[in-house]
């Protein structure tokens, strides 16, 4: 919501400041020039990136008009799924969970705690490594290194998306010189022509320079360093999983355990140690 927020204030303030310095609105809409810039832009990105990338960059999208979905609300869900699991380990031992995790949209404990499966991959993660867990015969060194090794591949794909949009939005004001030039160009051709036709040409290459700076710094640049953001959250959620994992493997009780993924959370949607505590005894 707030990318929707800042691109009506981005549109908004150079369209009302032009008009109320005496500009006619209609002579910013060059559909050319946009034509030239965004089909050069898109080209250059397909060229640049694997097809999945490109891809994913126009899937993206949806991403930056949805509301983060790393609230508190979602961390309480994540920290009392953990201490769940963790509790009917040290009840039934590691064996205990086979059935639950063979099965996640059976179990009574993954399907009380539905937050987390919105989350794309984190039921999927939270499983592979309690099979690990499960397996047994792996140090708790050895374990750490595999979660520090795919969360490290994690933080790397979630960062191509953004790393994408990025490069596009450093080349645009390139692309908007270049479609001013070739207005510049066609100018050239009416050369003879009446001043009036001749400053209309010559306005219509500006708004080419124009539209590619803005696109840049002013929606495109903003929307990669969202991702950025998205990506950041995401990060800091695999990592709780993580540390409360490795906690729980080497010995710690359910609610300790759950207390060190809660410690590395962000303050802004870290729960309180009461939160945690009233969440977790709800049936």
């Not at 991403?63 to 994540?78: H, I, N, Q």
């Not at 047994?136 to 060194?141: I, L, Q, S």
């Not at 022509?193 to 080419?208: D, I, K, Q, S, T």
Request: charged fraction near 15%; proline fraction near 5%.
């Amino acid at each position: 919501m707030n990318v929707v927020i800042g691109l009506l204030v981005v549109l908004g303030s150079c369209v009302a400041g032009f008009m109320l310095s005496g500009g006619e609105l209609l002579a910013l809409f060059q559909p050319y020039e946009l034509l030239i810039i965004g089909g050069a832009a898109l080209g250059a990105m397909v060229m640049s990136n694997p097809l999945g990338v490109t891809i994913n960059v126009m899937k993206s999208f949806a991403t930056l008009v949805k509301p983060s979905p790393y609230k508190k609300a979602l961390y309480l869900d994540l920290l009392a799924l953990l201490y769940d699991i963790f509790n009917k380990m040290r009840r039934e031992g590691l064996l205990g969970i086979e059935k639950d995790i063979d099965d996640p949209a059976a179990s009574p404990i993954f399907s009380k705690h539905t937050g987390i499966a919105k989350i794309h991959g984190a039921t999927d993660f939270i499983i592979d490594y309690l099979r690990v867990m499960t397996l047994g015969g792996v140090a708790a060194h050895d374990l750490d290194a595999l979660f520090d090794a795919e969360l490290e591949t994690h933080h790397t794909e979630s960062h191509l998306v953004s790393g994408a949009m990025s490069k596009v939005a450093d080349a645009l004001p390139g692309f908007g010189i270049v479609a001013a030039v070739m207005g510049i160009v066609i100018t050239m051709g009416h050369i003879g022509g009446p001043p009036a036709e001749l400053g209309h040409h010559v306005g219509a290459a500006l708004v080419g320079t124009f539209l590619g700076i803005l696109l840049s710094y002013g929606i495109v640049g903003p929307m990669s360093v969202y991702l950025e953001h998205i990506s950041r959250e995401e990060a800091k959620f695999y990592e709780c999983i993580k540390v409360s994992m490795m906690a729980s493997f080497s010995g710690a009780p359910p609610q300790l355990a759950v207390e060190f993924g809660r410690k590395i959370l962000f303050h802004s949607v870290r729960p309180s140690w009461t939160e945690v505590e009233e969440r977790v005894k709800q049936k």
